[in-house]
């Protein structure tokens, strides 16, 4: 059966030729070859309408995927924009890491000079400081000034190293401590018990409790002390350091101030 739009163009078609019939008798031409040029009219007609039907569907798809590939490109140049203001702050913050860096260096080239003064000022203090633990002291400063001079140590750990030394020499100005050591009495090299408390007073005392002295700050030597005033206390406070009794006051001579050295 001929569809609607068929129908149409060959009943034009018909009415065409029927027209030209009477007024052209001489051309006048039979019913079937009428039909048969209005169904190729019909024929051709439809197959240009398909070809308009076929490119409007491919156009309107060449619409769709412009939208589509325009939001992707939209995506795109949001996200091109987020990475470039990311790379601007790594750019910046490369500056600034360059910027420290040169900075370290020129530190580390002030702060060698700085760490041999301190260890110098740290040395001069413990020749002049009660002499307690005397050789720990001054073996740890001996270490510290061969490890300044290794290459395998950074700057900053031989800092922390020095700043540890004076951290220690404090300590000992808050701090109770008994130890063995061996001093000079009455011109003998005798073993004896230190007690150290704090940098206020450094005694002894002879195994035995024989004798007991102190160091005396103005004649820079150690004293022998009266055991009727201070034999009991010393040897109350060298258990007191060892924790063996409870802390408790104790009478021990101290020396009067002196001026600090200008």
């Known amino acids: 059966m001929l569809n609607i739009r068929k129908i149409t163009c060959l009943l034009s078609s018909i009415l065409i030729f029927a027209i030209a019939s009477l007024s052209f008798p001489a051309f006048a031409v039979s019913i079937s070859e009428v039909m048969q040029e209005g169904e190729q009219r019909a024929d051709q007609g439809l197959r240009d309408q398909g070809q308009i039907d076929s490119v409007a569907d491919q156009t309107e798809k060449i619409v769709e995927d412009f939208r589509a590939v325009t939001k992707v490109v939209d995506g795109l140049k949001m996200y091109n924009a987020l990475l470039q203001t ?49 050789k720990e002291r001054t073996d740890r400063i001996a270490r510290l000034r061969e490890m300044m001079e290794r290459s395998d140590v950074t700057a900053a750990e031989k800092l922390r190293r020095v700043v540890e030394g004076y951290q220690i020499e404090n300590d000992y100005g808050r701090t109770i401590e008994a130890y063995k050591g061996s001093t000079e009495v009455n011109g003998n090299l005798l073993e004896v018990d ?28 150690f004293v022998e002390l009266p055991p009727a005033t ?24 101290v020396s009067a101030p002196t001026r600090a050295m200008q």
């Open 194 to 221: 230190f007690l150290r408390i704090g940098r206020v007073a450094l005694l002894y005392q002879t195994v035995g409790s024989t004798y007991t002295g102190a160091w005396d700050s103005n004649e820079h030597k």
């Open 86 to 134: 990311q790379l601007n702050n790594q750019e910046a913050e490369m500056v600034a890491l360059s910027d420290s860096i040169s900075n370290i260096a020129l530190i580390e080239r002030q702060i060698a000079p700085l760490m041999i003064r301190m260890l110098d000022a740290l040395e001069e203090f413990v020749k002049l400081d009660t002499p307690f633990l005397k």
């Open 230 to 253: 201070y034999k009991a206390q010393v040897d109350r406070g060298l258990k007191i350091a060892r924790k063996q009794v409870a802390p408790d006051l104790l009478v021990v001579p």
